[in-house]
């Protein structure tokens, strides 16, 4: 099993760039003679916080979602049955057509159906309800 990420730590690895930018462009001032006052050290960090905000919140749904990719992003995908279904036919699911078994019933070519397993080339589907 995959261990879920913890999406602070995630936007915080995100955040390392701008802060090194910003460490960089404190750095370069001070080694051209400006003066740093405590407000250069305090909108710096303001600046920080607030990307790191802004990261988190946008970012964050994103990081923490499921892959819907390969197997288990096919079930409860919703389909067309391109021919009737008399127990086995062609379906069309997300723009690719599949070889299809549905679960005890006869479904008519262009009903809509739904993904309810899959294996190997073959999903098995039945009417959407």
Not at 7 to 30: G, M, R, S
Not at 39 to 51: D, E, K, M, R, S
Request: charged share 15%.
């Amino acid at each position: 099993m995959k261990e879920k990420k913890n999406p602070h730590f995630q936007t915080l690895i995100l955040l390392i760039d701008e802060a090194l930018i910003v460490v960089a462009v404190v750095f370069v001032l001070w080694l051209v003679g400006v003066p740093m006052t405590l407000w250069v050290f305090i909108v710096a960090a303001g600046v920080l916080g607030g990307l790191y905000w802004l990261q988190y919140k946008f970012l964050s749904p994103v990081l923490s979602s499921q892959a819907t990719t390969g197997q288990e992003g096919m079930v409860g995908r919703h389909g067309v049955a391109i021919t009737a279904l008399n127990f086995e036919g062609t379906v069309r699911v997300r723009g690719e057509t599949w070889n299809a078994v549905s679960s005890n019933e006869k479904i008519a070519a262009g009903e809509t159906v739904e993904v309810i397993d899959i294996k190997g080339p073959t999903l098995f589907v039945q009417r959407k309800k």
